[in-house]
């Protein structure tokens, strides 16, 4: 069974930690193998220490549903210390903020992809915290969708936004730990950073694998088969498909009342390792409420062969193909960006959003960014902490 880095944390009582007052960057799934909550555990392990909270998207107990939508600070209800909120009126700690804590300790369940934000809270917080003279330390967490697999092409600077800061491609193949440390020498950070590993990780693991329990970190991704087919399915969210937000299974269910379902089954029947059950469905909240939706529920039957950010690609020029004046690409704003379209800011590249506007084949796809994942493989070796 695989450690937590908060287990070890609490545990090993670090010297670099101890008389430091602490701040803790958290969430609902901040959780050890019996499902006590790290800042009860770590305002525990460090008497006194603890002085302040702070929270990602979604807020402390992931109670926001969707994007934009932000969370006030508030007071811990148990250990009666401020909560402070980044993704409410601002999405970084303020030096204010900052100046009640030494050391920010963060402790967030990544799922593995790009634009999931949580990634991007650890790296405004960590540029703050360089300017304010505030140690970070990192308590290590699994991939849930594994540390081998590396798919996509890298964001364009030209495209930075909150879902994508620095240029990863959508799967990234690696822990919160390892991003910290590529995150740091890429920005060059002047910053005091700890990782706090984990025990018995491996890179082949999916997060059934270590034996940890499941905590949904957002609203939107109840189950690990979520995280799987979310670095593909997450594109859904810049277009007029409902990507299943206001179903209980988002981003695994697809669709929209203008789909022609059977037609789109034969077009991409022989993609390996997923087969599309046909669903219909009828959305209570987000795109589409109220009205009956054509469209699939994807079951990944293979995860090492499925390439789920080419699935979505290919999904999608597919559909622009069958549906030319139905399907559309969702105007901003878009996690903060108010002028470019929500799809480049998601895939990253605006080119492979127009080859999926005339039709691009799934080869195209692959010859557009399979430079892209060679290079970013080589550049994130040193930073890789599990073999």
């Not at 880095?5 to 430091?20: C, H, K, M, N, Y």
């Not at 006030?72 to 601002?90: A, N, Q, R, T, W």
């Not at 405004?124 to 003279?133: I, N, R, T, V």
Request: hydrophobic share 35%; aromatic share 12%; glycine share 6%.
């Amino acid at each position: 069974m695989v450690r937590s880095g908060l287990e070890i944390f609490v545990t090993d009582r670090p010297s670099w930690a101890q008389g430091r007052r602490l701040g803790l960057l958290c969430n609902q799934a901040s959780v050890d193998s019996n499902l006590r909550h790290g800042r009860l555990l770590i305002n525990k392990a460090f008497p006194h220490d603890l002085k302040a909270i702070f929270s990602p998207q979604h807020g402390l107990f992931a109670q926001k549903q969707d994007n934009m939508k932000e969370s006030p600070d508030l007071v811990d209800p148990l250990l009666k210390i401020p909560v402070f909120s980044l993704y409410g009126e601002s999405r970084k700690p303020s030096s204010q903020q900052l100046s009640l804590i030494d050391l920010l300790v963060v402790d967030l369940q990544d799922c593995g992809t790009r634009v999931y934000t949580y990634v991007w809270t650890l790296y405004l917080a960590m540029k703050e915290c360089a300017k304010s003279g505030v140690a970070v330390a990192i308590l290590d967490r699994p991939n849930p969708i594994g540390g081998e697999e590396v798919e996509g092409n890298v964001v364009d600077s030209s495209l930075f936004s909150f879902v994508g800061l620095a240029p990863l491609p959508m799967r990234h193949g690696m822990t919160m730990g390892e991003l910290a440390l590529f995150l740091a020498k890429w920005a060059r950070l002047d910053l005091e950073l700890y990782v706090v590993k984990m025990q018995g990780w491996r890179r082949s693991m999916y997060f059934e694998e270590t034996g940890l329990p499941w905590v949904l970190p957002s609203p939107n991704m109840p189950r690990i088969e979520t995280a799987v087919v979310y670095p593909g399915q997450v594109i859904l969210e810049g277009t007029n498909l409902s990507e299943g937000r206001g179903t209980t299974l988002p981003f695994e269910i697809f669709g929209a009342p203008y789909i022609d379902a059977s037609r789109i089954e034969k077009e991409i029947s022989t993609i390996d390792g997923v087969t599309l059950r046909y669903q219909s469905f009828e959305p209570t909240f987000n795109k589409w409420h109220g009205h009956n939706c054509h469209g699939f529920q994807l079951h990944v039957t293979d995860r090492y062969k499925f390439k789920p950010y080419r699935f979505t690609l290919n999904l999608l020029s597919t559909l622009k193909k069958c549906h030319p004046e139905d399907f559309s690409w969702t105007p901003p704003p878009y996690e903060y960006d108010f002028f470019n379209l929500p799809a480049d800011l998601i895939i990253g590249n605006k080119n492979i959003r127009k080859m999926v506007e005339y039709g691009a084949e799934k080869q195209e796809f692959d010859m557009h960014f399979k430079n892209d994942e060679k290079d970013f493989c080589n550049k994130r070796k040193e930073f890789l902490l599990y073999q």
